[in-house]
């Protein structure tokens, strides 16, 4: 039983690149979120899920979206990478009302 | 606003002695869940212990307990018998009803075990 797993573990953009951040989970719950952790800081929402082809905007979603296909599957897309996206970005996932398992974050720097 | 509050931005303390971490809470929901998450050096986030607000009792997983004061909005967290590997930082965090699962976490604690 893997739970979640995110790739990359590290990446470096460019400012203006693109990129996508994977996240599965093999524990087939059905609600999953994307946080990121500024340094020093708490975790901030950026978009969650409920369930297959349906998603919502977080706290924090500008500059980012995300789809969700599958259960297992929750990829998050930045588009034109800034400087101010660099942070820890974390995914996670649980049933309704059951605590959230966290994947081991990818550590995205923008230069 | 924010709706979790975590006053201590670090603490010591020495092996095998207890430590309470300090979560105070602000929602108007009467059913609502408050979590603890424990973060290492390494990162990742992991899950310690649950309590629901309907919880009669103190939720407790090994040697974490939480201490849960409804009426002052409060959930502390009690780790007994400290251990180096305790050391890390700690997010308190709360799921409000009709949040579709959603969690606010607090600013965090950073604990650090002297042997």
């Known amino acids: 039983n893997a739970g979640v797993t995110q790739t990359p573990k590290f990446r470096i953009l460019k400012i203006g690149q693109s990129m996508t951040l994977q996240c599965t989970q093999d524990m087939n719950h059905n609600y999953m979120y994307w946080y990121r952790q500024d340094p020093g800081m708490g975790l901030k929402l950026i978009y969650y899920?409920?369930?297959?082809?349906?998603?919502d905007k977080g706290e924090v979603p500008n500059g980012y979206n995300v789809s969700r296909s599958t259960t297992e599957d929750f990829p998050l897309r930045l588009e034109l990478a800034a400087p101010s996206q660099t942070s820890v970005y974390f995914c996670a996932s649980s049933y309704q009302n059951g605590a959230q398992y966290f994947g081991p974050g990818t550590r995205l720097t923008v230069l | 606003a924010q709706k979790i509050t975590q006053t201590q931005p670090g603490m010591f303390v020495q092996e095998k002695e207890a430590v309470t971490l300090d979560c105070t809470y602000d929602t108007s929901d009467q059913s609502y869940g408050l979590f603890w998450y424990k973060q290492p050096s390494s990162g990742e986030m992991i899950f310690l212990i649950y309590q629901g607000s309907y919880d009669e009792q103190n939720a407790t997983e090994g040697r974490y307990s939480l201490n849960f004061q409804k009426a002052r909005k409060s959930a502390n967290l009690v780790i007994s018998a400290s251990q180096l590997g305790d050391s890390a930082m700690y997010f308190c965090?709360?799921?409000?009803?009709?949040?579709?699962?959603?969690?606010?976490f607090g600013a965090g604690t950073q604990v650090v075990v002297t042997p």
């Open positions: 965090a709360m799921r409000e009803v009709d949040s579709w699962g959603k969690l606010q």
């Open positions: 899920s409920v369930g297959a082809g349906i998603t």
